[in-house]
């Protein structure tokens, strides 16, 4: 059976910083529990992913990510892209996960397919709550890691 992980990273602390661990805690509760062949992990701002993803067929992380566009929008890269335009590298939360990446390659076990869905931030200041910005997206956030792990499949949030 193929294993999907969804890994939500960020600081909640910092309002946007913390996208994908809410996104996670979202997903967590529209996803069968784990032990299925998808689970979901609040991955927080744990710098050592390997153990979280072990096994994993493909891969998909949710985090914060400035790319210059209009708070809210929607990223998807993979990390080869990272590395070929190294401007995109702009969550701290990147260059721990791609160095497990690598290290996995290395050794074996790295997932077959890696995706990053990246969510602008409008508000990275202390708080616990998500813009209001990004309150507003959180569904189309949703249903586009839900296309990632259920491609052909017409997903309703």
Not at 17 to 22: K, Q
Not at 50 to 69: H, N, Q, T
Not at 90 to 115: A, C, D, R, Y
Request: proline share 7%; net charge negative; glycine share 10%.
């Amino acid at each position: 059976m193929k294993k999907t992980v969804v890994l939500g990273v960020g600081n909640e602390l910092f309002k946007d910083e913390g996208v994908g661990v809410h996104a996670a805690r979202i997903l967590q509760t529209k996803l069968p529990p784990s032990g299925s062949d998808v689970e979901v992990i609040d991955g927080g701002t744990s710098p050592d992913i390997w153990p979280l993803i072990d096994g994993a067929d493909k891969l998909i992380i949710v985090d914060a990510v400035r790319g210059g566009c209009e708070p809210g929008t929607i990223y998807r890269f993979t990390p080869q892209q990272i590395v070929a335009y190294r401007e995109l590298i702009t969550s701290v939360h990147q260059m721990g996960i791609l160095e497990n990446l690598s290290l996995m390659e290395l050794v074996g076990g790295k997932p077959k397919e890696t995706v990053i869905i990246g969510v602008e931030p409008a508000e990275l200041e202390p708080g616990l709550e998500l813009s209001a910005k990004l309150k507003e997206r959180m569904p189309k956030i949703i249903k586009t890691v839900l296309g990632e792990i259920y491609p052909r499949v017409e997903t309703k949030v």
